[in-house]
């Protein structure tokens, strides 16, 4: 017989193991529900099935594997074995050793199996229905939250609320933050919770741990009410929480500063960033904001993006005008705030010139001007820093730390607008201060084409400073060695010599020997006795651990040759090589 799936066979198999000789095949059956089978077999076989049933005939029922149903039935005065396949509901598979050969129809033996099965498995599913039933009833009747709220009264619940919270403060507290919204239509209900939740001396001491949580829970209720995707709520919520944070997190010491700061962020955000604010609330965030940034301590890390929302409205006249008569109306030397939202207007307003000229007014107080343009690049104007940026730098009056600091950020600006004259410019300055390979690279890319007219410009620049060590590794990574040897040869520097020689190395041997007798010889004209000597040992040492030994003892001869007075020199010259391969220096015979 061919069976429909691989458990139909396991059937099959495992009955003819069985009981071979009786049991003579299995069938699959399609469509025949477990709960009415009855009806789709014959009268007489139903009512044989029948007869076993009240006979007590079903002995042993088992499932032997999921969904595999074993039963003995006995009949007469012997048993038989009927196997059944049943899906949840579904009669698969069965066979009976009763069959004679070719049977194809279900006998009453496992007809009666398969209504035992069925009282069985109806059995077990009221019993977990009882146990569901139990198990909810002990849920209904369990002390929890959620059963106390169904089943209290609404007056015992407020009443219940009203004592809690006279005393608990924290729950109270809990309390307003959660329902300030159901109070008023404007930002005084959170700012009352925010006021009620901070010490009232929290401007000039740290918190302590308890009163952090009480801050921290009030702020994470209010905003996350402002995250609630409800418009009119975030404005207020984030208004009242700028106004009470920005100023404490502005004078607040670490880690107490960066709570704040994490909070006015999200604030911030809220009242720059959204497309939900109507005219009204955008003009309302712009005089919020403009006081804070103005008139109280406001923390660096806001300004930036805080800037960037003030000056962009600056493109409307009224709006401009607004911001200029605060900066008229200001008494000099401008505050660092007006002097920020002025520029950041001018910025906005495509005028870097204008920018210029009001940031040199204040070179006098350079470090100021020099974290002007930092938070003005921070907000995203880089173009309109260039000019005063460099006018600055050109004055030659910051300290070097803040030198770098500004000429890092005028690079910056450089690359980011694209502007090539002027991040050729600073690039050429950085190079002639530090003199490293990352800022040559920098200034041949961004020469392009120009870059012949560029070198010669920057080495007639260096020579000019006596920078010959910076001309030198312009020369080498050029690989103009010609170039390079003559500028070495002029100066005779063998510190300098000692970075580049390698690249002299076999074909111009002679011309470093020739720079190391000269300056050496210089320095022994110069200096005398023993620790003259070590220090020409030293250099040929270097000599010598490069490879370079019969070099080395070339121009320890030279020297030798040179200085026939200084008897100590064979010796100590010698020590420059290994033991083993230490060349015979002779002095010369006096004359």
């Given at each position: 017989m061919r069976l429909k799936n691989h458990r139909q066979a396991y059937i099959c198999h495992l009955v003819a193991q069985r009981s071979a000789a009786a049991f003579k095949g299995c069938v699959t059956v399609r469509k025949l529900q477990l709960k009415d089978f009855e009806r789709h077999i014959s009268a007489a076989t139903w009512h044989a099935a029948e007869v076993l049933l009240r006979a007590q005939a079903v002995k042993r029922l088992e499932e032997i594997e999921r969904h595999f149903w074993v039963a003995t039935v006995a009949e007469d005065a012997r048993q038989v074995e009927a196997e059944v396949i049943i899906t949840p509901g579904k009669i698969k598979a069965f066979?009976?050793?009763?069959?004679?050969?070719?049977?194809?129809?279900?006998?009453?033996?496992?007809?009666?199996?398969?209504?035992?099965?069925?009282?069985?498995?109806?059995?077990?599913?009221?019993e977990r229905q009882a146990?569901?039933?139990?198990?909810?009833?002990?849920?209904?009747?369990?002390?929890?939250?959620?059963?106390?709220?169904?089943?209290?009264?609404a007056c015992e619940l407020a009443d219940f609320v009203r004592h809690y919270a006279e005393r608990d403060a924290t729950f109270a507290l809990a309390l307003k933050a959660h329902f300030a919204s159901k109070i008023a239509d404007n930002s005084e209900q959170y700012?009352?919770?925010?006021?009620?939740?901070?010490?009232?001396?929290a401007q000039t001491r740290a918190l302590k741990p308890a009163e952090m949580r009480r801050v921290r829970l009030a702020l994470d209720t209010l905003m996350a009410q402002a995250d609630a995707d409800h418009p009119l709520a975030a404005f207020r919520i984030s208004a009242a929480v700028l106004e009470q944070l920005a100023p404490l997190a502005a004078l607040a010491e670490m880690p107490q500063r960066s709570e704040w700061l994490r909070y006015c962020h999200q604030a911030l955000k809220h009242l720059t960033q959204g497309e939900y604010l109507a005219p009204e609330q955008r003009e309302q965030a712009q005089h919020l904001l403009l006081e804070l940034f103005t008139q109280k301590p406001f923390p660096r890390e806001l300004m930036p993006d805080t800037l960037k929302f003030l000056a962009r409205a600056a493109r409307d006249e009224n709006h401009y005008r607004y911001i200029r008569q605060h900066f008229d109306q200001a008494a000099y030397p401008i505050p660092t705030p007006i002097l920020l939202l002025f520029g950041a207007a001018l910025a906005e307003r495509q005028q870097p010139t204008a920018l210029q000229r009001i940031l040199e007014a204040h070179f006098g107080e350079t470090a100021r001007v020099a974290d002007i343009l930092e938070t003005l690049a921070q907000a995203g104007y880089q173009e309109a820093i260039l000019?005063?940026?460099?006018?600055?730098?050109?004055?030659?009056?910051?300290?070097?730390?803040?030198?770098?600091?500004?000429?890092?950020?005028?690079?910056?600006?450089?690359?980011?607008?694209?502007?090539?004259?002027?991040?050729?410019?600073?690039?050429?300055?950085?190079?002639?201060?530090?003199?490293?390979?990352?800022?040559?690279?920098n200034l041949r890319k961004a020469s392009g084409r120009h870059w012949p007219a560029e070198r010669e410009r920057l080495l007639a620049e260096l020579r000019a400073h006596n920078a010959q060590d910076?001309?030198?590794?312009?020369?080498?990574?050029e690989g103009d060695l010609n170039a390079l040897a003559d500028l070495l040869r002029e100066n005779a520097d063998?510190?300098?010599?000692?970075l580049y020689e390698d690249l002299f190395f076999p074909q111009y041997t002679d011309f470093v020997r020739d720079i190391y007798v000269k300056a050496l010889s210089q320095y022994l004209c110069e200096h005398f006795g023993i620790q003259s000597a070590d220090y020409t040992r030293d250099y040929l040492i270097a000599l010598v651990q490069k490879g370079q030994s019969t070099l080395a003892a070339q121009i320890?001869?030279?020297?030798?040759?040179?200085?026939?007075?200084r008897a100590y020199l064979p010796e100590k010259l010698s020590e420059a090589f290994p033991k083993n391969q230490r060349p015979t220096f002779i002095l010369p015979t006096p004359a």
């Open positions: 066979a009976c050793e009763c069959w004679p050969e070719g049977r194809r129809l279900m006998c009453p033996h496992i007809a009666a199996a398969l209504v035992k099965i069925r009282q069985y498995l109806q059995r077990k599913a009221q146990q569901a039933l139990a198990a909810e009833e002990a849920r209904s009747r369990r002390l929890n939250v959620d059963n106390i709220l169904a089943n209290a009264e700012a009352s919770v925010l006021k009620t939740a901070l010490p009232k001396n000019p005063a940026g460099i006018a600055l730098l050109k004055e030659e009056k910051l300290p070097l730390r803040q030198q770098i600091n500004l000429e890092s950020q005028l690079i910056a600006a450089a690359e980011a607008v694209g502007d090539n004259n002027q991040l050729t410019y600073l690039l050429r300055r950085r190079f002639c201060r530090q003199n490293d390979a990352h800022t040559l690279a910076k001309a030198a590794m312009l020369l080498a990574d063998l510190n300098t010599l000692q320890a001869q030279t020297l030798i040759d040179g200085f026939p007075e």
